[in-house]
C-alpha cells in the first residue's frame, strides 16, 4: 500500500464540521502535517503536529494524531466555501524529505 | 515579506528539449526543495539544496538536476525532455534543512507535447 493514504473525496455542508482522515506506515514518522492547496496555487502550511502530541488546536483547526494506530486527522469547525481545496496530510522522520498522500478534495456545499 | 517565487509559471516545451525553472526563496531562507505533482502519482520530492548543496535527492532518473547560488535562488533543469514530465513544479523554501516551516511557491506548469 502507500506510504501515506487519504481518501479522494469529502462532501460536507457550509457550517458543518469536516473531519479529513489520514493513515501512514512508517512508525519512526517524527512530524505530520496538513497542507492546503488552492485551485491554480502552491501549498499552504496549515499545521503540524510532533509525534509526542496526541492534539493540537489553531482556530477552526484540530489535529489528532493516533500514533499507535498511525492515524492523523484533520477537523475543519463550521466548514465554510472557502475551506473548499484539496488537503494533503504529509509525514516526516528526521530530516528526511516531506512524503505526502495523494490529498482530499473538500467540497463545501452553501 | 514577499512569498517564494517561481518563474515562469507556465512552460509549453516538445519532447527532446530541455527547460529551466527558477525558484526564489523567501528573504533569510537558505534550504529549497523542489516537487513534482502530478494526477497520477501526486507530489514526489525531487531534490533539496542548502547553502549550494544538495542535501537529499529524490527517485528521478538523472534527467532532473538541479543547483543552488550563493543568493539561495535555486533552479532545477530537466533535459531531453519526456510526455510524462507535464507536471506541476513546485518549490519550497524553509530557514534551514528540515525545518518544519516550508513555504511553497505558486509552481510552474510545464506542459510537454
Known amino acids: 500500500g502507500e506510504d501515506v493514504e487519504q481518501s479522494l473525496f469529502l462532501s460536507v455542508r457550509e457550517g458543518d464540521s469536516s473531519v479529513i482522515n489520514c493513515t501512514y506506515t512508517d512508525s519512526s514518522s517524527t512530524y505530520l502535517y496538513w497542507y492546503k492547496q488552492e485551485p491554480g496555487a502552491g501549498l499552504q502550511l496549515l499545521t503540524y503536529i510532533f509525534s509526542n502530541m496526541d492534539m493540537k488546536q489553531d482556530q477552526r483547526l484540530t489535529v489528532l494524531l493516533n500514533k499507535k494506530d498511525k492515524h492523523l486527522s484533520l477537523r475543519i469547525a463550521d466548514t465554510q466555501t472557502g475551506d473548499s481545496a484539496i ?3 504529509a509525514r516526516r522522520s528526521g530530516n528526511t524529505p516531506l512524503v505526502f498522500g495523494k490529498g482530499t478534495r473538500l467540497s463545501v456545499i452553501a | 515579506k514577499a512569498g517564494v517565487t517561481q518563474t515562469p509559471r507556465y512552460l509549453i516545451k516538445t519532447r527532446g528539449q530541455q ?4 525558484c526564489s526563496p523567501i528573504s533569510g531562507h537558505r534550504s529549497v526543495s523542489w516537487y513534482q505533482q502530478t494526477p497520477g502519482q501526486g507530489l514526489q520530492f525531487l531534490f533539496e539544496y542548502f547553502s549550494e548543496t544538495q542535501r537529499n535527492k529524490g527517485n528521478f532518473p538523472g534527467r532532473f538536476s538541479g543547483r543552488q547560488f550563493s543568493n539561495s535562488r535555486s533552479e532545477m533543469n530537466v533535459s531531453t525532455l519526456e510526455l510524462g514530465d507535464s507536471a ?6 524553509s530557514l534551514v534543512t528540515g525545518s518544519n516551516e516550508q513555504f511553497f511557491g505558486p509552481g ?4 510537454v507535447l
Open chain 2, 108 to 111: 510552474t506548469r510545464l506542459t
Open chain 2, 19 to 22: 527547460v529551466t525553472l527558477s
Open chain 1, 87 to 89: 488537503y494533503f496530510c
Open chain 2, 88 to 93: 506541476l513544479y513546485l518549490c519550497a523554501s
